[in-house]
């Protein structure tokens, strides 16, 4: 059974060039008040939006990401897990804050903001905007908290841009359901499965006949690849997360 949500969540692609025509206040605010009516964590709301207009901390960001064409979406956003601002909302010296300092809260404000984004994308998408989420913003994170005066108890977990598709890319194939959804139990994945042979092959077919960037990659080689890359490009996360106020202690 197909209806218009479903075809809009089934048609989804990730757009990187865009017409440069910048989102309109109200298109924004549609965006915003829809990441707002996402599920959200004991209904806290531990996420906060910002929208980067300024042309200088956009150079920066594509600087960070590695993705210059951020510069021409219609609009650019920073999701923010925030417990900063229910910190603000007890009463002084309150010994309930301690709690905020937890990785489970660091993870409730991570959820927050991830699906408050997922929201914002099928939103824009019913409206005909297209989006990618840009999880590079971390290549660099104590220079994002930075550059957005981010105060503690709150960390940039993704960025978002918006606007007008300029383009109509191939949607890439996802992963048979049978190797992401299982009954009662995890099933564990067998390196010779006809299942993810053959999703390999798709994979391949694909990356041969799309329209740009073609290459020779299964996704068995474009996972082992991703693995591959330096920790070190990232192992700024964990000193950025204890900076901001995040204890951790329950990591150690």
Known sequence: MINPTLTTLLDHRSIRKFTGEKLTANEVSTLVSAAQHAATSTFSQQYSIISVTDPQKLAVLAEIT????????????????????????????????????????????????????????????????????????????????????????????????????????????????????????????????????????????YYHERGGNRRDETFTHHTIREMSRDPKQREEILVALIQQGFSLDDMH
Do not use: C
Request: a negative charge; hydrophobic letters at 40%; glycine letters at 8%.
């Open 66 to 205: 590695g993705h210059s064409w951020l510069e021409g979406a219609g609009h650019y956003f920073i999701m923010v897990a925030d417990q900063y601002r229910n910190e603000q909302l007890t009463p002084p010296n309150a010994t309930t804050t301690t709690n905020l300092h937890s990785t489970d809260k660091l993870l409730a404000g991570i959820f927050d903001a991830a699906i408050a984004t997922e929201a914002m994308v099928t939103a824009g998408e019913s409206l005909g905007l297209g989006s990618t989420v840009m999880g590079s913003i971390l290549n660099d994170t104590l220079r994002v908290i930075s550059l957005f005066n981010l105060p503690e108890l709150t960390f940039p977990v993704l960025g978002l841009a918006v606007g007008h598709p300029a383009e109509q890319p191939e949607q890439k194939p996802r992963l048979p359901q049978e190797l992401i959804h299982f009954n009662n139990e995890y099933q564990p994945l067998m390196a010779n499965d006809p299942i993810l042979t053959a999703y390999n092959q798709l994979i391949t077919a």
